[in-house]
């Protein structure tokens, strides 16, 4: 028997690094298979979930217009990157037997569907993971704002965080020795520390929407289905610390 959930639906969100594994660039086929296994244990919970993933694995728009590309083209490049990302993990989950749609923010209709809020929670309610591809569709904005917006919309009960760490540290716990982790904190703590979790503009959207924020490790197998139960080892983030 799978362990029961604490939440009905929750919004993963998983930026591109993620997908690397040990690579320097791109999409390592073997961490995505691994992360669409967590996905289909917590599915197998009764969970419904929805997928955000970001592109840092291929393409961001500041390093493009670093570059000397306009900001806002590049921000489209960084957009369409996600796409690729997220039809590798379309093809992951379904490998893994879940049903899956990617609902895209720029509408692709020769490959995913456009964005359709209601379609979305149909989605979703029929059994569907629904993989939320192109963040907000918008320039200057970022994954993580992408990943706020959906769980709002989507009326989840947690926007769940899988980082490369097991938690928000106040410094990179791999390269500060000693860096300190925070098993709870509230949204303020985070805004006015400047605590590197997302940016300011997810969290304050999270915090108006009072769905709570857990930062977990992607990297820790089955961990996603540990966090889903109550269990497992997380910062969260909320309106209490
Ligand atoms: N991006 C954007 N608007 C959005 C989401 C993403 O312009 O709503 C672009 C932006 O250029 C960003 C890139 O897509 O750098 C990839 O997303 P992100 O950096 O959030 O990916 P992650 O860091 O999560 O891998």
Redesign the pocket.
Known sequence: MPPAPRYRRVLL??????LMGGRDYGIDPEMVNRVAEDVAQVHAMGTEICLV????????????AAQGIER?T??????L??VI?ALAMQSACEKAGLHTRVLS?IPMATVCEPYIRRRAVRHMEKGRVVIFA?????????????AA?RASEMDCDALLMGKQVDGVYDADPKKVDGARRYDRLSYMDVLSNDLRVMDHSAISLARENNIPILVFSIDAPGEFAEVVAGRGRYTIISEER
């Open positions: 969100k998983i930026s591109g690094e993620a993933i970001g592109a840092g694995n291929i393409f961001r728009g500041i390093s493009g806002a590049a921000d489209y490049m960084g957009m990157a996600t990302n923010a192109a963040g907000t569709g918008n320039p200057f904005f970022t994954t993580d704002t992408g917006l």
